[in-house]
């Protein structure tokens, strides 16, 4: 008999009696695993961190063992885009995380017993194109104007066409200012780089007044 119950333990079930019923129940609800931490970084499209970002852990609800979390957790990253969960189970999880401009990436990443809780790098895919073109109202040559965006490297002195184009920078808000020959402001306006394709801002048409 013992020998038979060694078997059976080595199988990883172990037969118990509940409401006068046996039942076979899987080893591994008897053993207590106890939690580890598991971390983390984001990174963006141009490996920079992602600070301020929120991060996700969702379990696998598949994965029956009683081992595994049941509920969702969630961290936060810091401004170095690490982040941490403290207490995680052995599972199956899916780590989703959201930048503060609502860009989106998930991974799935699975957790043993005496394994690493190491999830690794997210990538946010946080680039877009941003295009438009500029003429006087006028149509006096556009030659030498130069379009910046504020507070970035980020400009491009016109040619005759008026186009301009910046592609894959950073995903967010911008200032994109508008400046002569001579360094005055001729225009300035808010814009959004969305993550998905090429933001057009079509034709921008300068004003004596603006």
Not at 17 to 24: E, H, I, L, P, V
Not at 25 to 30: C, G, R
Not at 42 to 58: A, E, T, W
Not at 95 to 109: L, Q, R, W
């Amino acid at each position: 008999m013992k020998k038979g119950v060694a078997s059976l333990l080595c199988a990883g079930l172990f037969l118990s009696f509940s409401g006068g019923c046996a039942r076979w129940t899987d080893v591994e609800d008897l053993i207590y695993i106890p939690p580890e931490p598991a971390q983390g970084i984001v990174l963006d499209s141009f490996s920079q961190p992602v600070p301020f970002s929120k991060v996700r852990l969702i379990p696998h609800r598949g994965y029956s063992s009683s081992m595994s979390q049941t509920e969702d957790a969630f961290s936060w990253t810091n401004g170095q885009g690490q982040f941490e969960f403290k207490r995680v189970k052995p599972g199956s999880y899916r780590v989703e995380v959201t930048d503060s401009y609502g860009n989106k990436s998930e991974k799935a990443v699975s957790f043993t017993e005496n394994g690493s809780r190491d999830i690794g790098i997210l990538v946010v895919l946080n680039e877009g194109h941003l295009k438009g073109k500029v003429r006087f109202y006028d149509r006096r040559s556009i030659q030498g104007v130069k379009v910046v965006l504020k507070g970035t490297s980020f400009s491009e002195e016109l040619e005759e066409t008026g186009t301009f184009k910046f592609p894959r920078i950073p995903s967010k808000f911008y200032w994109i200012t508008i400046l002569d020959f001579h360094g005055t402001v001729l225009r300035e306006e808010k814009v959004f780089v969305s993550v998905y394709g090429e933001t057009d801002l079509g034709l921008m048409i300068l004003y004596p007044d603006e």
